[in-house]
């Protein structure tokens, strides 16, 4: 086993460190106080400034115009993105589009190719991720009410769908839809790329999440397709295969997302111990000095270096052993990390008093949205019992004592 | 023993339950997403009905216009008001002003009483209450920069303070102020009425929290008092007095909140359980029917009726021993129902899956504000820390085996 | 609502812990290092002791020669008692007899009062209670494989039992065996005396519990019946209601175990502050002015105060609206009581450090003796699934908001 | 990063499983009910048999007959050997006596080695590690009370220990005393060699812990050193050195320990999942198929994952970067790994039901007899606020937004 991270990676985790710092954490306060909308501009300065660098879309093909990294040494720029709010975004590797540009290398046509993924990789448009519906479990994909049927040459599109990420401004969509109902039940539903100026696709709103709809990337579109018609040449990848196309991009995603969580933790940690530090409770007694603040940074400091080791290895696996044989380790990181975001986040907080609820620091931010963290992507639950059914059926007529 | 609740207080708390399901629940939407000062003229709606069943100002003397409940059969209220944000607002028992009442109750001058007791009552008028300040911690009160220097017969108060909850739109604030700097510590500020329109009273904002500054008396004003001159009539009790004032309302202070909590369980609870019959991850298997989710209700319903039990003891224990008596038992329900609250509400919000986290509930708002709670009126930490020294110091000399 | 006791019973129970303090606790080392059955004897004495005090079997009734105390009193007595291992056994009110002499006075013949009930009471013979079986989950009862069959005027009972208590010495057994496997399933089984001396009643082991087997009283039986056969002027209640009875069996004893089991939290609070208070971590510095020991001491504070608050609520409703009403409230102190207590012993021994570890303190003992709360009389995930369902039924159909 | 394990690693790791499955655990219900005194002949043969697999002392230097395997590799060796209780002492390799080797190997005289260091390697005698006092805390090793004054060529040693595991049946301790009481005060206790049969090593008792004073290797020594004169030769390593060899030997000893606990999870594990899997609830409904034990399993698994990446690293740290560098990564372990392995062996115990009290299953000699992990070599507390002032420090005066 060896922990070390390579020379190079070194290098331009220093890059990135340096740019979050001086360039991105000094934009937050506008960031929480204004519409995402309006720092376009300006955040659109800061992504020449990282393509100039040569940093642009870390994580993807290099022929597209992306670094090329590998799982693993992206994971490490992730976390370092993580840091800030927008650091995905400025680099070019944010989420949904990550996702999508991933599922468009692999699956999509020539044509789709040049449409959608290269303006997508270089950041001139942006795309959104159409699955979770209003009243169907995302935890059961299987149950899913939006479809598909051919008419002529074309997909007539139905469904209601909530949650796609982004969807205010987006180019188009990846859309999941049932096309073939009489499949096997994981064979059922396909992936359409629906252009969002097709008639019928109605952003009915960005759904006000703790207190804020959003807006551009940073919003969640609520979607009605009625009667949403596009040609049959926009499905991505095989007819009915829509679900393992999903699953296939959750992997990378999810390493992805824990790495970004632990610099979301790492962040809070920062502020919480300098501010343990600085904050004094009487003079020359900081509240660093209290044994319970004591315990709060160790056991974060623990939990988060626990967290951090668990994902690298699950991209290790991933990488190593392919998809398949890491599922038990993505799906352990996705709710060990989650749950240990939150607390750390709610130390920091804590530790920060009255300050802490306000927006003068990024955490109130981290403490109400990352939230979501626990229920995107699988809920916590949805996990557990999954790799526990996983693992109980190993052990099944095993020889244990 | 006998935890049985009398039939008059039956009555009433039916009738406020009713209400609040009825007229004030139907009003969230609104008060999620719009401000609170363009809710108020609805409010006043609301508040005249409340008059009219002869259920305003419930904790508050007769003889000013309440109906003088005493603390447990006000705490029984307090938890009924509780269930929505605008309950006690309506019902004119809403903090500062409650806790403001009762100062000006115990230890304002018969002009004090005229000019701001009796309209403060009758809700014609609010107020804020000026303590906490930016660069001290509020947990160690004896640390005040704030000053009140004689003048003639005035007093000049100059001072940063910040959490003075409610500022916007208040008539007055009493403010916390050093006034004998040579005093013993506890003895050195006194309390002292500053009507908002005083020269040198700034409102520099209403400070942002969780990402809403809101306004009105929604919200937390951040205040600069410069030079800010008052006649010395404007002394609230005695002169040195204002920590021990402090504290005594502190006292039935935390019991409304902890039952005001207790009431925010009750409805996170409801939600809850409601929304485990209702949401089906299948056909015929609801939510509910999963152990992990049936573990939250279960040990929701065990913390909630533990804490529940707990605020009542400690309302009773001040009733029949007095304030000074029971001040272990008040420390104990500040830390211990704000921590069951927290868990609650976060497991309520992980029942609602993507739904939790929107504004279409009340629960995010519940989440991301009620988070203070552990943090005002003292931290758990230091009432962690401070019951623990009480403790320590009874079992001294002890024989232990 | 009114926390007071009672004169009556503060002055009972001042002298109760006066005993146990002067009487029983210096008994305890010889309790963790010798056999039980050696220290019969000298507890015989204590016994004599506390029936001339008159206090003797509080819970048992008055014509039996017990106090007759109602289920609150003896929740008070049974706290009291708690706080050592050997308080219920000398004031006569220990389980498993207890709940046996419930069951014989309230479905006993007189026959069976007599030969039984009598010197049961009056602490001249044990019993034990045969229903756990080895295969078969305790937690559902109507799985059950010991079955008693009619022969003549007999029973002829087969079947393979544990964890019957003290079956070590006891003159007989309550056994629990199908009798009717027609019946609907919770009328199967029955309830019938089976005096120790019957051939076929085989006591194969006192088995090792947390390593060591015990004896007499102290231990927990595993007993095989073969062809055991005995009148059926045995059978104790109705043919078919064992589980009817042994369901209200529980409501009491629950209640009796969860004041014994706050009465081991103040047992081990105590110490706990005790040792906070005394050990030195430097000169002039107790392990007390630690905040993390503080967090300790005010979390247990709040807990068993929580704790002790609940079982008391329990107590009153199960008198005031009877066994049905409170099932829940029953159920819910069953699994919050036995893990505040596995919590507060578990920080005790914590702050006593390597002599924590030792049999020079109780604390060991109770650390691992007592970790079986959270699996007898239902485990904790039996009691949290059935209180969910309970509450999600009666959810069922309310419009909530 | 590389997270794969040798091949050579991976065959030795498999033939000690296979060893420990067939060969050791079996003799465990024997080491639960009988002395460890009367086990020892038998477990010399499992010995003689790991010597001819050339698998003995496998953490030890070759020159003495061991393995010499590295940190990291020993690491993974004690994570194998630790699913059984007497797996480290079959193979040489166990505490304290693998301590003493190390203390031995780097600072004994030749004439030390050879008389000491030679056999001890060999399993021909054992040590113990004479340092825990009575009174004073084990977390400030500056307080000690023990000396070793100098007359003529001799230390006269006078002090109480107690926590000197394995001193029964000991050829000798290693002592530490003070004997330079006006130095600096980490420089004050030296090492000093005193063989058990020296008059004035008194032995007192094993200290009974959990029910158990044991014998042999598996007991803790209560010593009383009075007037007990050892040749000044005897002294290990430079006089007033004693605190810094401590320091240096916990490092690797710490790594040790923290395997063997990942070891103790992960057999606790097996059982809990095979427990799982094979108790029926019902027919046809394994425990297994609950969400809560499905819950129990996931949290375990990950909570495992995380320690064990934790403890490797903090192994390759220690080699790559050195003691002190590591000192922060070790202690982290050290609280986190302890309070992991206390919730599995918690969970396994409670999926196993009443069985899980018995002396039936390893689990019950694991929960009481393992809880000590989270005391011994610095209690949580200590490590906690150790670690939170070092990182305190390490943020002094940097700028952190």
Known sequence: MDFAISEKMETILGMI????????????????????????????KKRDMVKKMELWAPNHPKEYGGMGLNLMDHALVSEALGRTPIGHYVFGC??????????????????????????????????????????????????????????????????????????????????MAVTNPDNAKYMQASMI??????????????IPVMGHAGSGW??????????????????????????????????????????????ICTRAFDLMVHRAN??????????????????????SAAEIQAARLMVLQA????????????RKEVSLIKFYVAGVMQKVIDRALQVHGGLGMTDDTIIAFLFRHERAARIYDGADEVHKASIARRILKEYEGKNIR
Chains 1, 2, 3, 4 share one sequence.
């Open 193 to 206: 790329i629906v252009p969002s100026d097709t008639p019928g696709f109605n952003l009915v709103r960005n």
């Open 94 to 175: 944010q989420a949904p589009d990550a996702g999508n540009i991933e599922i468009l290398n692999l699956h999509g046509t020539p044509e789709q190719k040049d449409k959608y993924l290269q303006p997508l990789v270089e950041g001139k448009i942006r795309s959104c991720f159409s699955m979770t519906e209003v009243e169907q479990p995302g935890s059961n994909p299987v149950i899913m009410d939006t479809t598909a049927v051919k008419d002529g040459d074309d997909y007539i599109i139905n469904g209601h769908k909530w949650y796609s990420s982004s969807a205010d401004g987006a180019e188009f969509a990846i859309v």
């Open 315 to 326: 991209a290790w696996a991933m990488e190593t052993k392919g998809h398949k044989e890491a």
């Open 17 to 44: 460190r340096e740019f979050v710092d001086k360039e991105l954490i000094p934009m937050e306060p506008e960031f929480l106080t204004n519409e995402f909308r309006d720092m376009e501009p300006e955040l659109e």
């Open 278 to 299: 600085t904050r004094m409770m009487a003079p020359g007694q900081p509240l660093g000095s209290k044994q319970i603040i004591q315990a709060f940074i160790s056991e």
């Open 218 to 263: 940073s919003s969640h579109g609520e979607i009605l397709y009625q009667n949403c018609r596009v040609p049959q040449s926009n499905l991505l990848g095989p007819e009915g295969g829509g679900f393992v196309i999903a699953q296939e991009r959750l992997g990378p995603g999810r390493i992805h997302h824990c790495m970004r969580w632990i610099g």
